[in-house]
């Protein structure tokens, strides 16, 4: 297939504001073209993708950014920026399209999923985030009811946010195995891997961490940095070792050498990147019983779950976090979620969007 892929227009692959959006689109690009697709990559100016390959085009637009939805009021109307980045974005896409035998749309906003109504070409979604605005529900619930197969998501806890979805196509995640080395370091200190935003609950981790006496180390994007300070103000100082936010490959050596991960999500968690890249480096998490890391994390085996909110209760499962064989961690992950497993399934659900398209 020659499939043209349309990253975020938030931030550029590899600054971190994409968040989970950007690891998802780089194991993509290497699970199928390692399956012998030619792929374009539609992306804002200064992306770089991980993998060079001549099946590989990198387009790279201008413009202005949209605003992430999770920052947003549920029911805000849509906003087009003048120069607007998404919409430069997409006219490269159209522009290609008619080369294309499908276009796979990884941004979480309005204008591309309309687009599914307009088009001849396939066009096909990976919605990365649960409901955040009610003008994209809507508008998915629209599309849906005419292209039922247009849409995939990264797991069912995220699906249980669109009500309307009944037969979901669920793809999990991918991840580049090579990336992360196994570590059996049994006595190292408490991590914590996310954007830092109200809706990651970094402060019930730090909370942990000060209760058990111990420091904190948080890697991730700082998005709110009023929210870190807030944080940072309710607890003694120097509870948070701020790491910074780091590439994979030193992210995961760092990230390696914990004792465990805690995953504290205040939103439905539409899959948690964070928790499998710490099981792939052997790293056990004690996460809330909340989206995406509920259907990751098996229970007693590659970590524990909580009942949402309940601090005390990540406390009692760090104290016995010992009993967790940090082999099973990186093995769930060979299992379940590597680029290749990832990458097939992508391409079963492409290929049946596809063939929809030439039933019509
Ligand atoms: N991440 C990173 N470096 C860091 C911290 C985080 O590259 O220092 C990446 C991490 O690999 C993951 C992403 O940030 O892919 C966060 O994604 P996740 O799905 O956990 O949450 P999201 O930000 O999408 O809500």
Redesign the pocket.
């Known amino acids: 297939m020659r499939i043209v892929l349309i990253s975020t227009p938030i931030g550029f692959l590899g600054s971190?504001k994409g968040?989970?959006?950007?690891?998802t689109l780089n194991s993509l690009v290497s699970g199928l073209v390692s399956l012998g697709h030619y792929i374009d990559v539609i992306a804002p100016k200064d992306s770089k993708l991980n993998e060079n390959n001549a099946k590989i085009r990198l387009h790279l637009v201008e413009g202005e950014d949209q605003i992430s939805w999770q920052h947003q009021n549920y029911n805000s109307p849509i906003i087009i920026p003048d120069n607007s980045l998404l919409a430069g974005m997409l006219e490269k896409a159209l522009e290609i399209a008619k080369q294309a035998d499908i276009l796979l749309n990884l941004s979480y906003d309005w204008l591309p999923i309309w687009m599914t109504l307009n088009l001849e070409t396939p066009i096909a979604h990976i919605i990365?985030m649960g409901s955040e605005s009610s003008v994209i529900t809507n508008l998915i619930s629209k599309v849906y009811a005419k292209y039922p197969h247009n849409f995939a998501f990264h797991s069912k806890t995220q699906v249980n946010d669109y009500s309307f979805i009944k037969r979901p196509t669920i793809i999990g995640n991918g991840f580049n195995l090579g990336n992360y080395i196994f570590q059996d370091s049994t006595e190292g200190p408490l991590a914590w891997?996310?954007?830092v935003a109200p809706?990651?609950g970094l402060e019930d981790a730090v909370y942990v961490a000060n209760e058990l006496g111990e420091k904190l180390n948080v890697?991730?994007?700082m998005e709110d940095e009023s929210y870190a300070l807030k944080i940072e103000q309710s607890f003694p100082q120097r509870t948070i070792n701020w790491?910074?936010?780091?590439?994979?490959e030193k992210?995961q050596k760092e990230l390696g050498k914990c004792r465990a991960l805690l995953n504290t999500p205040k939103w439905n968690?539409?899959?948690?990147?964070?928790?499998v890249?710490a099981l792939a480096c052997g790293v056990p998490v004690v996460a809330y019983k909340r989206g995406g890391p509920s259907e990751i994390i098996m229970h007693g085996e590659t970590g524990y779950l909580v009942e949402p909110d309940d601090k005390k209760a990540l406390i009692s499962y760090l104290e016995i976090i010992s009993k967790i064989k940090r082999k099973n961690c990186r093995a769930w992950v060979e299992k379940n979620a590597s680029t290749n497993i990832f990458a097939k399934k992508v391409v079963n659900w492409l290929n049946e969007v596809i063939n929809e398209y030439k039933k019509n």
């Open positions: 971190g968040g989970g959006v950007e690891l990365s891997v996310g954007r809706e990651k890697w991730g994007f790491m910074g936010f780091l590439a994979t992210l968690e539409a899959y948690g990147n964070v928790v890249e």
